[in-house]
């Protein structure tokens, strides 16, 4: 796929690697929409795009507040005049134990990184059918395929996304509107605490750069790929997990209760 002159909707896009992902995307000629929470970070994103001599649509919102999903929707196709790629990138995790997570907690993650992107693709996608062309893509995790103690509702979440977008996919067999599953493995952002990147330290985890996973992810959808996984030996665990789970539970003991000590 070539990315020059497309029109791409990416949420998130002032976290690390959203940032990153603008900058990748801009680079290869894309027209974007850039949506976020913090409308300072997203000016400051607008104008580091434009000292490289792109320029972007920004939209400042909280994609959980009623009315959001339609909004961003509209905005993006009267910006661009529609929308051919969106990527679903917004997202929250806890490194905690479940039965200290809060209902309420629970409710926001499950509600970031489950059902807003569900939503948004269903707010998307009638324009892509009406058209006959668009591309779909879900910034999930190893996490989705693979469980780990202590991100519980993490894994429920991403475990979704994964699923809905298998799914999905095959929903549209013959359509000519693709759908990329992105996992990375831990990526060097503020979505992990200081006691989650210890924890990772300790258990001899390598956390990637964002412009890596960034570059990746463009890689992927440049090669019109179904699913990404990134990183090893946490890709090759996320495959045994589903013939073997019962082994990986058993290769997780250390790490296990080592994670307990960073709690």
Known sequence: MDLKEKRILLTGATGGLGQELAIALARRG?????VGRDEAKLLQLKNSLFQIGKSAHTIGIDLSETGAISHVSKAARRYMGGV????????????IKFEQQTPERIEQMI???????????????????????????????????????????YCASKFAIHGFSQSL?????????GVTYIAPRGIKTAMNDANTVAMWEKTNSVMDEPVVVANRIVRGLEKNQQEVFIGQPQSFFAWLNAVCPKLVSSG????????????
């Open 252 to 263: 997780t003991k250390k790490d296990t209760a080592i994670a307990r000590h960073f709690l």
């Open 30 to 34: 894309a027209e974007l929409t850039l």
């Open 169 to 177: 996919r095959r929903e549209l067999l013959g359509t000519n509107i």
């Open 111 to 153: 509600e970031t990184n489950v059902t807003i992107p569900i939503q948004l693709t269903n707010a998307i996608l009638a324009e892509f059918l009406l058209r006959g062309t668009g591309h779909l893509v879900f910034v999930g995790s190893i996490f989705g395929s693979l469980g780990f103690p202590h991100f519980a509702t």
């Open 84 to 95: 051919d790629i969106l990527i679903n990138n917004a997202g929250v995790m806890d490194f």
